[in-house]
T-cell receptor, first 114, second 111 residues
Framework: GDSVTQMEGPVTLSEEAFLTINCTYT??????LFWYVQYPGEGLQLLLK???ADDKGSNKGFEATYRKETTSFHLEKGSVQVSDSAVYFC?????????????WGLGTSLAVNP | DGGITQSPKYLFRKEGQNVTLSCEQN?????MYWYRQDPGQGLRLIYY???????QKGDIAEGYSVSREKKESFPLTVTSAQKNPTAFYLC??????????FGDGTRLSIL
């Protein structure tokens, strides 16, 4: 079945460091890919998305490129801030047919120190 | 502003008691979802509904029940049959096939 694998956390970085959180997937067809962020004690917020191969999603300085050849959607940010400390979830869903559930990774916790 | 409202933010259940978590959305979304979140286990789907008066079991539906009588509302009941209900519960909605929008969650604990 479809699945999403994220790198295990916690990831700890100093402010202004470069961030990469790896996400790979297994899916049939052509899924859409998402990154969500969860700040402490809150629900999830959509961070960015990509709907087809080679699309790049971007938001708030974060970027991820849909790589079909490597089945990956790695999240990157050039310079993290303390306010980026949160849990990041990678997810996929199919855009067609009756199956419209999201398949979730387990989440990667990021802590950014000043 | 459009969004999803979950209430209450914190809820306590006594042994043998059923409790109901509220989820209301004003985004005019067709689909709604309930997830359970436990530390280190990510999100697990409890129930989902793609249209009014219809819903399907997710991966961990045992001990839970839902209804979808109105497009805006998708309440979740945690029954006494759910032996380990302590968790963070998240409600979400989406237009069919598009990204899900989440509420702020309800934290359920056992007295």
């Amino acid at each position: 079945g479809d699945s999403v694998t994220q790198m295990e956390g916690p990831v700890t970085l100093s402010e202004e460091a470069f961030l990469t959180i790896n996400c790979t997937y297994t899916a049939t067809g052509y899924p859409s890919l998402f990154w969500y962020v969860q700040y402490p004690g809150e629900g999830l917020q959509l961070l960015l998305k990509a709907t087809k191969a080679d699309d790049k999603g971007s938001n708030k300085g974060f970027e991820a490129t849909y790589r079909k050849e490597t089945t990956s959607f790695h999240l990157e940010k050039g310079s993290v801030q303390v306010s980026d400390s949160a849990v990041y979830f990678c997810a996929l869903t199919h855009m067609a047919g009756n199956n419209r559930k999201l398949i979730w990774g387990l989440g990667t916790s990021l802590a950014v120190n000043p | 502003d459009g969004g999803i409202t979950q209430s209450p933010k914190y809820l306590f259940r006594k042994e043998g008691q059923n409790v109901t978590l509220s989820c209301e959305q004003n985004l005019n979304h067709d689909a709604m979802y309930w997830y359970r979140q436990d530390p280190g286990q990510g999100l697990r789907l409890i129930y989902y509904s793609q249209i009014v008066n219809d819903f399907q079991k997710g991966d961990i539906a045992e001990g839970y029940s839902v209804s979808r009588e109105k497009k805006e509302s998708f309440p979740l009941t945690v029954t006494s049959a759910q032996k380990n209900p302590t968790a963070f519960y998240l409600c979400a909605s989406s237009q069919q096939g598009f990204a899900q929008h989440f509420g702020d969650g309800t934290r359920l604990s056992i007295l």
